[in-house]
């Protein structure tokens, strides 16, 4: 299985609905890197269209994964090689398949269900454990994924909910991943 990981900019939603570019935030980077480090998770894609917010991206890994940081907390340059800057979502396909989109198996998350079909965390355990393309995991920052990213998807994998409601449902995107990525990949389904 081969499990790749995109940290969506745009398109993604503001809160009144409109597509929009969101800006990168450290915490995020650092954040879902030691996540999929530690899930074993191939590669974790930043996708920004905007120059300037790609080289902010790039100076964080390269400090990290290169520079000073590195030689002070190695396990950080360990979980930021991980990180790959790029600047569309064809860009990630392409990376993950000579054959482009049709090549990789897309998997949106979202915090509702927008009335859209959605999976299981069980039965997406199960589609990851026989996924005979590269998978990726679309994660989007603003208030969502824009719903042309959604459409494309081959796969919607249902809202993570509290058990008990408490009305409010506003996880951090790099929360969301830890979540994620502890229902497919963590042990603690298995016994």
Known sequence: ???????????????????????????D???????????GVERLFVVHPVAAQRALAERIREHWVLGSGKRRIPDRAVALDVLTVVSSLDDVYGALS????????????????????VTSYAATRARLAQASRPVLILFGTGWGLAPEVIDDADLR???????????YNHLSVRAACA???DRLLGDWHAG
Not at 11 to 25: F, K, M, Y
Not at 99 to 108: L, N, Q
């Open 157 to 167: 994998i249902e809202p993570i909910r509290a058990a008990a409601s408490t009305g």
């Open 179 to 181: 979540i994620t990525l």
């Open 29 to 39: 980077l650092h954040d879902m890197a030691r996540s999929a480090r530690t899930y």
């Open 98 to 117: 000579s054959a482009g989109r049709t090549g990789v198996e897309v998997w949106t998350t979202a915090a509702a269900s927008r009335g859209l079909q």
């Open 1 to 27: 299985m081969r499990l790749a990981l995109a940290l969506v900019h745009h398109p993604v939603l503001d809160r009144s609905g409109e597509t929009v570019t969101t800006a990168i935030t450290n915490l």
